[in-house]
């Protein structure tokens, strides 16, 4: 999950060159910032501790696999609201970012429901089917960080202006992901 880690800071930086809107109902570069990296920061942690589970797939059972499921289910619907609820960034681009963001919502919102469905296949089968889910599972996981990575880079492109870049470094609950 350090990969999960990586993409979202790397990713973070790529977004930091600015993305934004100026619609009255912006919300400010700072706060949208700030708001975006406590999000991020929740979502992967909960993502760590989910990935742990399936890490040694000896020790894994259906109910510790179910509890894994549930916790990234949850922490991703947290998640999405978060991004959902940040309105668009008061900068010149802040719809088209706000747009970028409820597509990552919708595909987070997609991979979460399939997480789900290879878990219930696989225990409708009982440990084996488990075992042999395991790969799928974790491939998703791993698409699940994909889409945050390229969401942010694709926000990066939006408006190299930098009013995003100077927030984020303002912004303490991005200190964890700039300074990792």
């Not at 708001?35 to 920061?41: E, F, M, N, R």
């Not at 696999?65 to 998640?79: G, K």
Request: a negative charge.
């Amino acid at each position: 999950m350090r990969l999960l880690a990586g993409a979202a800071l790397s990713a973070l930086v790529l977004a930091a060159a600015g993305c934004g809107s100026d619609e009255p109902s912006a919300t400010p570069a700072s706060e949208w910032a700030a708001g975006l990296c406590g999000a991020i920061t929740a979502w992967t942690d909960a993502l760590q501790s989910s990935a742990d589970a399936f890490r040694d797939p000896g020790s894994l059972s259906v109910d510790s696999a179910r509890a894994a499921i549930d916790e990234t289910t949850s922490a991703t619907q947290a998640f999405v609201d978060d991004l959902r609820g940040l309105g668009p960034p008061d900068t010149e681009s802040g719809s088209q970012a706000k747009a970028e963001l409820e597509t990552l919502a919708s595909t987070l919102e997609s991979d979460a429901a399939e997480l789900d469905q290879r878990l219930a296949d696989a225990a409708d089968v009982g440990v084996s089917g488990l075992l042999t889910a395991v790969s799928a599972i974790t491939s998703t996981l791993t698409d699940m960080s994909r889409a945050v990575g390229e969401t942010f880079t694709a926000l990066g492109e939006l408006d190299p202006g930098g009013e995003l870049e100077d927030a984020v470094r303002e912004a303490e609950a991005c200190d964890p992901l700039v300074n990792a």
